[in-house]
């Protein structure tokens, strides 16, 4: 099995920064594909940035370009998301997922494993 674990969430002022982190350990694939998904109360579970294994194709939802980014450490098996600027729209819970196949996929069901999250909250 496959085991994602987030941190680095928490409450922040609006303007100011975070870093998520997210490990993967047990049976990982050889390669595989990175995503970072949000979900605020009532809302829908939305792609926010995407890493493939290379490391050299990203992907970002339109509402966090040029405010986060998305890197990976392969040593580490670790893929991290540095939000900067932050307002109080990003305010959700924050979950990694991965993808088996290749190509960044863009919605839920294209990703096979899944963290549990972790809490963004961003006051104004």
């Known amino acids: 099995q496959v085991q994602l674990m987030e941190s680095g969430g928490g409450l922040v002022q609006a303007g100011g920064s975070l870093r998520l982190s997210c490990a993967a350990s047990?049976?990982?694939?050889?390669?595989?594909?990175t995503g970072w998904f949000r979900q605020a109360p009532g809302k829908n579970r939305d792609l926010v940035a995407a890493?493939?294994?290379?490391?050299?194709?990203?992907h970002y939802a339109d509402s966090v370009k040029g405010r986060f980014t998305i890197s990976r450490d392969k040593a580490k098996n670790t893929v991290y998301l540095q939000m900067n600027s932050l307002k109080p729209e990003d305010t959700a819970v924050y979950s990694c997922?991965?993808?088996?196949?290749?190509?960044?996929?863009?919605?839920?069901?294209?990703?096979?494993?899944w963290g549990q999250g972790t809490q963004v909250t961003v006051s104004s």
């Open positions: 047990g049976r990982t694939p050889t390669t595989y594909q």
């Open positions: 890493i493939e294994w290379s490391g050299t194709t990203t």
């Open positions: 997922a991965i993808k088996r196949t290749s190509g960044i996929g863009m919605t839920v069901s294209d990703y096979d494993y």
